[in-house]
């Protein structure tokens, strides 16, 4: 099984081609409100079909209603949620598109309310999105209780090699990167995200 990696707070189309040409799996389109990675529809929509059928395209949002995340679908064509607030498991359960839920770092309590469910575990503090790092190994038993988890929180290709040798011969589903690949202005860097693919591809390799 490969780590899947997934390339979050993708903001411009240019930025989702170059995470395609460097063997990304997913990208992140941000609509929480007070991120500055937040994409207005036509942005967003302009990106999604950009790379339509190159990799999965993941519309990450925190605590919206039915209607918003309905208003977004409605425009932008997305294989995957993602949910980074309070949402509940029924709320995950409605929704039709595969989900991937946040939680704080590798909480098992809060991991066993969402069974099934692609679990993203982002810094214990709570607070998503912010680049800090964290003991990711704290992941393993959660992987070796048969949870899909994504590593995230603080990622770059200087640590993900790290981070994940600290999961011994245990394999993440995938791994999660923003801040740690970008250039200014929320940009992805083409060196950054070909560094990071690479970073993985080795440690999955045992290297």
Not at 9 to 19: M, N
Not at 27 to 37: Q, T
Not at 123 to 128: E, F, I, L, M, S
């Amino acid at each position: 099984m490969n780590i899947r990696i997934k390339i979050c707070g993708i903001t411009h189309p240019a930025d989702a081609v170059l995470a395609a040409e460097a063997g990304a799996d997913l990208i992140g389109l941000n609509f929480v409100p007070d991120s500055p990675r937040r994409l207005d529809l036509e942005t967003a929509a302009a990106i999604a079909s950009t790379v339509a059928g190159r990799l999965e395209r993941v519309g990450v949002f925190r605590d919206a209603s039915p209607e918003e995340i309905g208003r977004v679908l409605r425009r932008v064509d997305l294989d995957r949620l993602q949910f980074h607030g309070s949402e509940t498991e029924a709320a995950v359960e409605e929704v039709d598109l595969p989900v991937i839920k946040a939680i704080r770092g590798a909480d098992a309590e809060a991991a066993a309310s969402y069974p099934g469910t692609i679990l993203l575990l982002d810094h214990p503090d709570g607070q998503a999105g912010s680049g800090r790092a964290w003991d990711w190994s704290e992941a393993a038993p959660l992987i070796e209780s048969g949870f899909d988890v994504i590593l995230a929180g603080g990622l770059s290709p200087d640590n993900v090699g790290g981070a994940l040798a600290a999961l011994g011969d245990l394999l993440p589903w995938g791994v999660d990167v923003a801040s740690g690949v970008e250039g200014n202005g929320h940009r992805k860097d083409a060196a950054k995200l070909a560094a990071f693919v690479q970073a993985v591809r080795k440690a999955e390799a045992g290297g």
